[in-house]
RNA sequence: GCGGGUGUGGUGAAAUUGGUAGACACGCUAGACUUAGGAUCUAGUGCUUCACGGCAUGGGGGUUCGAGUCCCUCCACCCGCACCA
């Protein structure tokens, strides 16, 4: 009987699926283990070979997690909205829902192929009113609640307006605009709408007013990267910043528990690093300058206020308050033109452009609150209005870009850091000694940072600041095909959607044109935004990254109608275990999910505070693309040994027409119409084509479909070759010819348990030790690999395993059986099968570990290298328990130590039992 | 510029604690069986040398009896962030 892939894999796929094989109770006494895919958007491209990487990865961890005990928590969903299937209804008029059921089908079916042990079961799509019922709910609980920074944590609003009708909002500064200050009795007079006013700027889902980019050509609003100097990327239509009033989630109140929560979590220094750089921590302090005859002053922020004896000037950012009012009349034409110049430029080129130093002088002077000196006011592009007070005191001596400002505009630098300050460059050093600093001269910097910080505060002209780069997170988009809000405007004012009436469901529409005014396509739906008089829903949608901040959870308790999650459900899952995805979700969804969870948390609807316990990043799978090559103006294609004779030109053909390197060549002329007459030259009677590894791309002609691998070699195979790539979080370019050596290891297998001639083959004789070593050495192997998801090393051991086994002639069912266990999270058709043909009746699935038995694998003898002066030069088979002494004298007797010695005498010989022997001469 | 990562045969890679570098595969070479081979099996395969040997883990230096592994320094590539005060 010969390996029959197709039939075996078929036979048990059905099976596994009639018997509910994969079904996952939330009632059981085993531990719980939550293994978990990033859940795909369907896309209508399908899957390349690319994308099961990861899914096979957890699919193996969850099956091995299952084997060794564990009640495996391992589902399987879609993040089902998302603009570019809007974009497609857009331009064919397909109706979003019914392109999404579409591609989630061909979805479906491809990733069935692979034999996934997914709980379909539990699958969701965010898309689906009854999930983003729960959507709305979580966010109507982030909308009613507000950030306590005495607690550090969120709490429900209904706190909040207790606090203000005993103290108003002392105590409690309004992290929406600071300004804000009243008492209870301010509070309880104001009427209601005022009350709302106040509150939506302490709630954790609020609206504010923020740029977007319009674009009136397209009649939409388009994403940062889908406008280009000012212009947008389709089309190359004018955008302008448009106003609108938008949704926004109070992201920044989380930033501290965000970056500490990172110190309790597995994710790899890469991710953590780039998460901290995102929430961007900075520690520094607030300084009030007052402006020489004029009444205001200038807030900066700084994080070196040691550094403030060395301020040679202040920089406004040219969008400052207070611009207009310092500018001088001798110096107005100069900032208008200047300040012309900045709007010119879009937020793009201010970026991009470092090196060209910009700027004009006000005419004004603040005066250092320090020494009293006049220190100049100027204008740059270089200081951000959005970022801390929009205003720096620039200290060249000390900063490399101040210093650059300072050398342009011809500004004198004051060096505070002596010797430290060698005039031609900044040192932002810290340990310098400070010099030219009034009463802390000669103070070290870390101390002097203290020292100045008190004396600010003392002083009253300032405080001690921290300040983050991270934004709010906007949370509105004006389009149709995502979550709609939970929300209406009475005469302007947000209330919620009463929790009975959701899910508010997105009503079906058939134009998807953009509402007026920059709305999304829901405004044009009047029915169903007009409820009464002055009473209209909202009609922004949630963006993609709201389903998916809490899907986790709802895998656990998926058809509740009652709740999102039941607490005791989740209380049994907790934290998923294993989470793997691509390093792209870095600091989008990884960091909304972890502050989701986080406000669930405080509010006491679930038990833990970060989503996921351990994070693997999986490499990507790049492509090689094959060339040919074809003499200029004619249709014969020269192989690529050869193509240094002609002049050619390089041209991307079909890896799937090609095996290996050899083109296909007949295939060749099928393959496009211009190339049906196509001629070759070829060497040795074939045509090479030229490699190349890049992007897996439909351009480069370099995709692979899993269904066209899963065709040839079978699931099984398809899956173990993935792993055998390489490290899963390293990235490698897919090969299609080196899975045949998996596929041969397979057969291999198989050959174990059947003979050509003599068929089943298997004995029930017992092992020998020969035998047992080989399987005990593999179980410890084994486990460990896969524990560490070291899969590719795995994967060589089975073959190690089944080549030992060959050698051996073993047969043995005592072994083989174990073996199959060890196998069938990597391989479990063939697995299953094999292990029926063994006389079992129940499923491999359910089948125990293996354990790893020490006695078996146990040595007494150890080939040890011989190294003279550290190179190795022979080697000798010693019994382990020998120690250095009779070691030594044996080695000074072997043949190859005596002729390195030449006769002399080993000034020291090192034995490290179990390990080497080295001879220092 | 800052932060993170990676550099090992023709290719994908292995080496878990500093101890025989290149396991396991792909490819290639030769051979066996075969009507046939894109099946299977056997042997070989880092570079160099007739050989003894020498040289090899991006380059250079160091620590050590011994370094792919530790330290210093430089280079290349990849990823992320970027006038962030």
Not at 758 to 777: N, Y
Request: hydrophobic letters at 35%.
């Amino acid at each position: 009987m010969e390996y029959n892939f197709r039939a075996i894999e078929q036979k048990w796929q059905q099976h596994w699926k009639d018997t509910d094989a994969y079904k996952v109770s939330n009632d059981s006494n085993k531990p719980k283990c939550y293994v978990l895919d990033m859940f795909p958007y369907p896309s209508g491209a399908g899957l390349h070979v690319g994308h099961p990487l990861g899914y096979i990865a957890t699919d193996i961890y969850a099956r091995f997690k299952r084997l060794k005990g564990f009640n495996v928590l391992h589902p399987m969903g879609y993040d089902a909205f998302g603009l570019p299937t809007e974009q497609y209804a857009i331009e064919t008029g397909q109706h979003p829902a019914i392109t999404t059921d579409k591609n989630i089908e061909s979805f479906r079916s491809q990733l069935d192929n692979i034999g996934f042990c997914y709980d379909w079961s539990r699958e969701i799509r965010t898309s689906d009113p009854s999930y983003y019922k729960w959507t709305q709910w979580i966010f109507l609980q982030l909308f009613n609640s507000w950030y306590n920074r005495a607690a550090e944590k969120a709490e429900p609003i209904e706190s909040l307006i207790h606090a203000f009708e005993q103290n108003g909002n002392a105590g409690i500064p309004c992290p929406g605009d600071r300004a804000i200050q009243f008492s209870a009795a301010d509070w309880k007079a104001m009427d209601e709408v005022a009350q709302r006013n106040i509150l939506m700027e302490y709630r954790i889902a609020y609206l504010a007013f923020a740029e977007v980019n319009w674009c009136e050509a397209l009649g939409t609003v388009l994403a940062n990267d889908e406008v280009i100097n000012g212009l947008s990327e389709r089309g190359g239509y004018p955008v302008v910043k448009k106003k609108m009033r938008q949704w926004f989630l109070r992201i920044t109140e989380y930033a501290d528990r965000l970056l500490t929560g990172l110190e309790t979590i597995q994710f790899s220094d890469a991710m953590k690093d780039m998460q901290r750089n995102w929430i961007g921590k900075s520690q520094g302090a607030e300084i009030t300058f007052k402006i020489d005859q004029n009444d205001a002053n200038i807030v900066v922020y700084t994080t070196r206020p040691d550094t403030v004896f060395g301020v040679d000037f202040i920089v406004l950012a040219p969008e400052h308050d207070l611009v207009a009012s310092i500018t001088t009349p001798a110096q107005a034409d100069a900032v208008a033109a200047y300040i012309a110049y900045v709007q010119s430029r879009s937020e793009r080129e201010r970026m991009a452009e470092v090196k060209s130093i910009t700027g004009v002088f006000t005419g004004s002077y603040a005066i250092n609150p320090f020494n009293g000196q006049q220190i100049p006011i100027w204008l740059s592009e270089y200081v951000l209005a959005g970022y801390g007070t929009g205003a720096i005191m620039a200290v060249p001596c000390g900063d490399q870009r101040d210093f650059n400002f300072a050398k342009h505009f011809n500004i004198p630098i004051t060096n505070i850091i002596g010797d430290a300050f060698n005039g031609e460059e900044a040192n932002p050093t810290k340990d310098a000694n400070l010099t030219n600093s009034g009463e802390y001269t000669g103070m070290p910097m870390k101390k002097a940072m203290e020292a100045i910080n008190n004396s600010i505060e003392e002083k009253g002209i300032g405080k001690r600041q921290v300040n983050f780069k991270m934004r709010d997170a906007g949370f509105s988009r004006q389009r149709y095909w995502g979550e709609p809000f939970p929300i209406v405007f009475k005469n302007g004012v947000a209330y919620q959607v009463d929790e009975k009436e959701l899910p508010v469901e997105l009503p079906y529409i058939q134009d998807y044109k953009q509402g007026p005014e920059g709305e999304g396509p829901l405004a044009n739906v009047t029915a169903w935004v007009n409820l009464a008089e002055g009473v209209k829903r909202e009609t922004n949608t949630m963006p993609g990254y709201a389903g998916s901040s809490w899907y986790f959870l709802r895998y656990m308790d998926p058809h509740n109608d009652a709740a999102f999650c039941d607490r005791k459900v989740s209380d049994y899952w907790g934290q998923v275990d294993l989470y793997v995805g691509g390093t792209e979700h870095a600091v989008g969804h990884l960091l909304y999910s972890r502050l989701w969870t986080k406000v669930l948390y405080d509010l006491g609807h679930i038990g833990f505070d970060e989503p996921f316990k351990k994070l693997v990043n999986q490499g990507m799978i790049g492509g090689s693309s094959r060339l040919v090559y074809r003499v200029k103006e004619s249709n014969t294609f020269v192989s690529a040994g050869l193509k240094d004779q002609y002049d050619t030109t390089e041209l991307y053909v079909d890896v799937n027409i090609v095996d290996g390197v050899e083109l296909d060549t007949e295939a060749f002329k099928k393959w496009r119409s211009d190339y049906a007459t196509a001629e070759f030259i070829l060497e040795d009677g074939k045509y090479i084509c030229g490699t190349l590894t890049e992007k897996m791309s439909k351009r480069l002609f370099n995709t692979v479909n899993p269904d066209h691998v899963v065709e040839k070699y079978g699931a099984d195979t398809f899956r173990m070759y993935e792993m055998f790539l390489g490290p899963l979080e390293q990235s490698k370019p897919w090969e299609t010819k080196g899975i045949e050596g998996v596929h041969r290891f397979l057969k291999k297998l198989w050959r174990l348990f059947y003979d050509e001639q003599k068929g089943f083959i298997v004995e029930d004789k017992p092992a020998t030790p020969e035998e047992l070593k080989v399987l005990h050495r593999s179980i410890r192997k084994i486990e460990d690999d896969s524990e560490r998801l070291s899969y590719n090393t795995a994967v060589s051991n089975f073959m190690m395993c089944v080549n030992d086994l060959t050698d051996l002639k073993c047969h043995k069912k005592e072994i083989l059986e174990k073996v199959l266990v060890l196998l069938t999270p990597y391989a479990p058709h063939v697995s299953e099968e094999l292990w029926h043909q063994l006389g079992n009746t129940g499923s491999i699935l359910n089948a125990a570990y293996p354990v790893f038995e020490e006695k078996y694998v146990v040595e007494t003898t150890k080939e040890y290298p011989v190294s003279i002066n550290g190179k190795t030069r022979t080697t000798m088979v010693l019994d382990l328990s020998l120690e250095a002494a009779e070691v030594e004298k044996l080695a000074m007797e072997n043949e190859v130590v005596i002729k390195w010695l030449e006769g002399k005498t080993p000034k020291k010989i090192i034995f490290v039992k179990g390990k080497m022997i080295n001879i220092v001469l």
